[in-house]
């Protein structure tokens, strides 16, 4: 496959610039999850503050679930949408103690994501991008998660066609990616867009994959 191909030689070129970042190990499913639901609209570090935030108020999982509502968006209202993401955390709390009796999410890591999908995409807050993150990050399996950056830079390099929903682009990056190459892609491709693929005024002289660009190259042209 042609774009497989290039993939392949942007993972490298990646790889040269930012290094090969390697999985970091398992983590709780659920922990994942709930903190994913939290980065919704928000930068890492609101992310974070607010999970901290409810983590402290809250040291378990079954105290949240028997929190008021209006309490875990207090706690959690730093990262914004408050209100919504208290109401789906609760409610997916409530979901898995009423299917396994348990607060956990552990199942999860045994499924490829189209189970994962069929079991858990019918929850609200729990989509085609949260699934891949818990899959990648908390199970270590080749799942890749199309963020924000990801997205544009995916779109830019002529990997998925530019007007591409996200969801779109994580189906059709699936089959792109070499086997091995899911977790490493991911977190250059952040480091790419933090640091260089800005949304607006790309760093494109900078770009160690700017070969590989159709969008850089037509910017530079004009």
């Known amino acids: 496959m042609v774009r497989k191909g290039k993939t392949g030689h942007i993972s490298r070129a990646l790889e040269g610039r930012f290094g090969k970042p390697a999985w970091q190990g398992p983590r709780d499913p659920l922990d994942s999850l709930i903190k994913t639901i939290l980065s919704q609209n928000t930068n890492d570090h609101n992310r974070d503050r607010a999970y901290e935030s409810l983590r402290e108020r809250y040291p378990t999982w079954e105290k949240v679930l028997r929190a008021k509502t209006e309490e875990i968006a207090e706690a959690i209202k730093v990262g914004g949408l408050a209100n919504q993401k208290s109401a789906r955390i609760k409610a997916i709390l409530a979901w898995l103690k009423k299917e396994y009796g348990r607060l956990a999410l552990d199942p999860i890591c045994s499924m490829d994501f189209d189970q994962a999908l069929a079991t858990y995409g019918h929850l609200k807050g729990i ?28 779109g830019r390099l002529g990997l998925v066609p530019a007007k591409a929903t996200a969801d779109k682009t994580f189906y059709m990056m699936r089959d792109q990616i070499p086997r091995g190459k899911v977790y490493s892609l991911h977190m250059n491709m952040l480091a790419l867009g933090r640091q260089i693929c800005h949304p607006g005024n790309p760093r494109c002289d900078a770009c160690p994959v700017f070969k590989h660009c159709q969008f850089g190259q037509e910017r530079t042209r004009l």
């Open 127 to 154: 989509g085609v991008k949260t699934l891949a993150v818990v899959l990648m990050f908390a199970c270590g399996q080749d799942v890749f998660p199309v963020d924000t950056h990801v997205h544009r830079i995916c």
